[in-house]
DNA sequence: GAAAGAAGAT
């Protein structure tokens, strides 16, 4: 082995005894490198107490306090600066960013602009374009994309990457697809970038597209790919694409932590547990957000007791739950209505001091609410900062579902007042209030406030005002909203609504022709939409229409018949007296009838007085449901219609007998007075 | 010295 020799030995020395200034400066870049703070702090002092700091220095330790993120450190130093390159000014804009402080980042920035002897470079442009992305400034964004064109920085490839990221993050699809399109040299961050927006800003399906091109055309996948494409499978519920994706994972060896994580959301949103169980069981480290995928598996694939079970052995296993597992939890105990779980949750959350995160408060008010407990909630909200608008929106359901419309409209108003932000969901909760108070007065006052604010222009508000309106019976109003919606944005809800306002008030002919055009219009109907315009035929007696429609749906085979829509029909032609064709219908379901179906047909034979059906009818109905002493009625109805007053009596005797006594005395002296 | 990436509630 060879010593050090005598050269070495005494550059050493040297450098101990007169420590160059080259030296300083490559401790300094050492420190920002590592993010020694302490050091950087310690270095600075002995230089300004040895009287060696110099302007020499400043640039250096700029560089080392803004890597360590020591704001104000840099930013004195800095201004202490009688000159500043490009490079500096980039360590300040990147400090900021870095820090979440995107405003100063821009004005230092546009210090850059201002400066007479520096320019941005293609170190500047990305940090501050993502900067303008954070804060979702498209204008500036689109000010800053024009000054890269006209710089020589305009067709760099990191450049162009964040440009893509920040049209999208924005919502500006169709300005990141030209970029993308334009771009001659693209990276895997591009594709990821691209495949990733999409799905973000709801296009789920051309963000698997994309991510198809890009394994076709031979592009390297990473992690990051992965995780992109993942969440658009969960979403889509594309079971066999995902696996494919899982297969890519295993092939590349990509199983890192976060893709493990996204594969177990996957599984889980397109509701294969075992598979989601297999890739958690399998992963060498689990954290929270490994937990609460699987936990938040169970309660979407409706096992909110193995979620709550799961949540033991998390904390037994020592992993601390965040706002996100609370939340989750919390919901688990509401679908099970079980209030003590939740109480005994919000114990803990009160002791580990997180009761007062915001979507803890939201999910505590939401759980309390669903368990009946509207006090409980209340007293919650009570507790709240008040300036947030979630907790707000979870009060206003809960009014709703405990059948408190009149407060709901009472917070809104508090609301209001108190300058609380609203936002799409408030207005969501808060409608259906005014559909149930049913004065049409306040509901246009909130139309009115709806159509300034700008609300009115997001589909499912307006479904929901459409909806207020008509159960208001005021069909003009609702169809003016549903008219003003442009054809492309009307979707399957909005169809579904303005024809079950029409069907509701008896106008069958309307709705008819409002689902002919709605299905000309390209909107497939779905079950919901053939109940209404069924409904709609129903109630107007519309028999040809509502037959036609019928078959129309299994010609069509999109949807499968329900209970509702057999009901429908056999009232349909129950209404006409078309009895026996109503039971041959019914002998004809694919599954056992509902006493729905059953109480229509018995319905009907009442009207019509046909004893031999009614009794098949009712022998089904005695037997579905017991308890419901209306059949007993309908039936001594029937027998009474028929002058069979022996028989009408034995089945007042039967009720009697059954202990059903408790019906409506008014609904006996009816069935004698027939 | 730079770009993208996972979980929830209204």
């Known amino acids: 082995m060879n010593g050090p020799t005598k050269t070495t030995i005494s550059k050493t020395t040297k450098l101990f005894l007169t420590p160059k200034i080259s030296h300083y400066q490559s401790l300094l870049k050492h420190y920002a490198a590592t993010r020694s703070l302490t050091r950087t702090k310690q270095l600075h002092a002995h230089l ?65 602009l201002q400066s007479k002897d520096c320019c941005p470079d293609n170190f500047t442009y990305p940090l501050v374009i993502k900067a303008c992305s954070e804060l979702v400034l498209v204008e500036y964004g689109r000010a800053v994309h024009g000054l890269t064109l006209v710089s020589k920085f305009g067709s760099h490839l990191f450049v162009l990457n964040s440009l893509l990221a920040m049209y999208m993050n924005c919502g500006e699809v169709e300005e990141a697809k030209r970029v993308f399109d334009a771009m001659k040299e693209k990276s895997v961050v591009s594709w990821n970038t691209i495949v990733n927006g999409f799905f973000k800003n709801g296009f789920a399906n051309t963000a698997l597209m994309i991510f198809n091109q890009m394994v076709d055309s031979g592009i390297e996948t990473d992690g990051a790919s992965v995780v992109s494409v993942l969440p658009a499978c969960g979403y889509l519920k594309e079971l066999e694409v995902g696996r494919r994706v899982h297969g890519l994972v295993e092939e590349k060896g990509l199983g890192k932590k976060i893709v493990s994580n996204a594969l177990v959301d996957m599984y889980a949103k397109c509701g ?26 169970y309660i979407l694939n409706g096992d909110p007791r193995s979620a709550l079970s799961l949540f033991k052995i998390m904390q037994i296993e020592g992993l601390r739950p965040n706002s996100v597992t609370i939340a989750l939890i919390l919901l688990a105990c509401a679908s099970l209505n079980n209030l003590k779980s939740g109480r005994c949750l919000h114990g803990w959350v009160i002791k580990q001091r997180i009761d007062s995160e915001v979507g803890v408060e939201t999910s505590l008010i939401d759980m309390y609410a669903k368990c009946n407990c509207f006090g409980r909630s209340y ?50 909760s808060l409608l259906p209030a005014y559909g149930i108070v049913a004065d049409l007065q306040p509901v246009n006052n909130i139309n009115s406030y709806l159509t300034r604010s700008g609300f009115v ?22 169809y003016k909203i549903f008219n003003a919606i442009p054809i492309e944005v009307k979707d399957i809800f909005v169809w579904s609504i303005i024809i079950a306002g029409y069907g ?56 499968n018949p329900n209970d509702d829509h057999y009901t429908c029909i056999v ?5 006409v007296g078309r009895l026996d064709e109503a039971y041959s219908l019914i002998k004809t379901m694919p599954f056992m009838p509902s006493h729905a179906v059953w109480g229509a047909l018995l319905g009907a034979c009442v009207i019509h007085e046909n004893v031999e059906l009614g ?38 005797h039967r009720m009697d007998d059954m202990g059903l006594r408790k019906a409506p005395a008014h609904s006996l002296i009816e069935v004698r007075t027939v």
């Open 457 to 478: 222009s997001n589909v499912q508000v307006a479904t929901s005002l459409i909806d207020t309106y008509s159960k208001c019976g005021s069909l003009e109003s609702a």
């Open 272 to 297: 294969s547990m075992d598979e989601a169980r297999l890739v958690f069981d399998d992963m060498v480290e689990r954290d929270v957000v490994s937990w609460t995928s699987m936990i938040n598996g």
């Open 571 to 575: 009232d349909l032609l129950g209404r």
């Open 48 to 112: 300004t107490n040895s009287g060696l700091l110099s302007t020499r220095f400043l640039p250096a330790l700029v560089a080392a306090y803004g890597q360590c993120g020591c704001v104000l450190n840099a930013r004195k130093l800095f201004d202490e600066l009688p000159q500043r390159g490009t490079v500096l000014y980039n360590y300040m804009i990147k400090m900021y960013v870095n820090n979440g402080n995107y405003f100063e980042a821009m004005k230092v920035f546009v210090e850059i």
């Open 379 to 428: 007293s919650v909200f009570k507790r709240t900062s008040r300036k947030k608008t979630v907790p707000w929106n979870a009060m206003l359901s809960g009014c709703l579902r405990n059948d408190r419309a009149t407060e709901a409209i009472g917070l809104f108003k508090q609301m209001l007042m108190e300058g609380v932000e609203i936002n799409e969901a408030t207005c969501n």
């Open 504 to 559: 509701m008030h008896g106008h069958g002919e309307i709705a008819v022709s409002l689902f002919k055009q709605m299905v000309q219009s390209g909107v497939k109907p779905n079950d919901v939409t053939f109940t209404s315009v069924l409904q709609s035929c129903s109630h107007a007696g519309l028999v040809d229409e509502g037959l036609y429609l019928f078959n129309f749906m299994l010609k069509d085979q999109q949807t």
């Open 615 to 652: 009794e098949v009818a009712a022998k089904w109905l005695f037997e579905l449901e017991p308890d419901n002493t209306g059949n007993y009625v309908l039936l001594a109805k029937l027998y009474a219609a028929v002058g069979r007053w022996e028989d009408a009596e034995n089945v007042r």
